[in-house]
């Protein structure tokens, strides 16, 4: 029996004796033409070496090497766009007081679909921030900024409440609809880049209805737009709500670099030109790499570039 037992062990053994290290491509070189150059001339770059792959960061904007692993900055701002269209008896005449369509945000909603979850959450009334409609051409919103709504790392959530009483004597029935035309967008702006968490009321999510009063009347999801389609004067006390799926406000897209040299592309140089002026921190990545394990060598050059 011990003999049985003894084989797989010393199969292990060997298997781990055989197994290769992967050891970084320390032959790996680059050379530049020239690091001070304008924006009309081209850089050549040639290699030596046989790395598995080379990666080329530029140094340029959303292609820094040192931002490959980010996924979170401050943003410099935060703005909501969107367009509504209504209708009413007398819209151009109708007192703002009785504007039954609010824009709301929370910080510490729990995402729940229940009139509970929406109740106990803090929400901010940032309506007066935006243009809504009072005919049925649809209206943009202009620029609505979130920046006093960042909330790290945590997500806050956009909301459209509709709120009316129509059993009241000062009553007035209104349609509203959210898009689709413009699209409601959601962006945070960084020094370098955007980021788009949505580019629609589809993508926002704002799929999450709950009916707090009267649920016979309800916003309607649907081909990229939010509708709530007028009561009956008369009719009991409205409030209903439209949330969207949680927005993380510092989300940033990490950077990326240009492969340049892997299993089936095998380059023996490389030429780039900078289209703008400035001065670039330009990083090559070589790398040896088997289905486990990586090894690799970094070379950097700083570019100046004038027009």
């Known amino acids: ?10 199969l292990l053994a060997l298997s781990a004796c055989n197994k290769v290290k992967v ?3 320390s032959d790996f070189d680059v050379k530049a ?25 530029s140094g340029e904007p959303n292609h820094r090497y040192e931002n490959r692993e980010r996924l979170s900055a401050a943003p410099d701002s935060v703005i909501l766009n969107f367009s509504t269209s209504t209708t009413a008896p007398s819209a151009t005449t109708q007192p703002a007081s009785l504007n039954n369509l609010a824009v709301l945000v929370s910080k510490d909603f729990n995402g729940g679909s229940d009139i509970a979850s929406l109740q106990k959450a803090t929400w901010t009334d940032i309506s007066s921030r935006a ?33 009316a009483d129509m059993s009241t004597v000062n009553a007035v029935s209104r349609k509203w609809t959210v898009g689709p035309t413009p699209a409601l967008t959601i962006r945070s702006f960084f020094k370098d880049t955007v980021n788009t968490m949505a580019s629609n009321v589809n993508s926002a ?18 081909n990229n737009s939010l509708t709530f389609n007028a009561p009956a004067i008369g009719s009991a006390k409205d409030e209903d709500w439209a949330i969207s799926r949680p927005l993380v406000l510092n989300t940033i897209p990490s950077d990326y670099g240009q492969i340049l040299k ?5 380059p023996t140089d490389f ?23 990586s090894a690799e060598v970094i ?9």
């Open 1 to 10: 029996m011990k003999r049985y037992l003894i084989m797989p062990a010393l």
């Open 23 to 25: 050891t970084p491509p």
């Open 131 to 163: 243009k809504l409609a009072t005919t049925t051409t649809a209206v943009a919103s202009g620029n609505v900024h979130l920046e006093d709504q960042l909330n790290g790392s945590s997500p806050i959530y956009v909301a459209f409440r509709y709120l």
């Open 271 to 293: 030429r780039y030109i900078f289209k703008k002026p400035g001065t670039y921190k330009v990083t090559f990545v070589a790398k040896n790499q088997d289905s486990e394990n």
């Open 299 to 307: 070379k950097e050059f700083t570019f100046t570039i004038t027009n």
């Open 33 to 57: 033409s020239k690091i001070n150059m304008t924006t009309k001339d081209t850089v050549y770059f040639s290699f030596s070496g046989n790395p598995d792959y080379i990666t080329f960061y």
């Open 262 to 266: 892997n299993a089936t592309v095998k």
């Open 205 to 222: 999510g704002l799929n999450n209805i709950i009916s707090v009063a009267n649920i016979d009347n309800s916003w309607n999801f649907a």
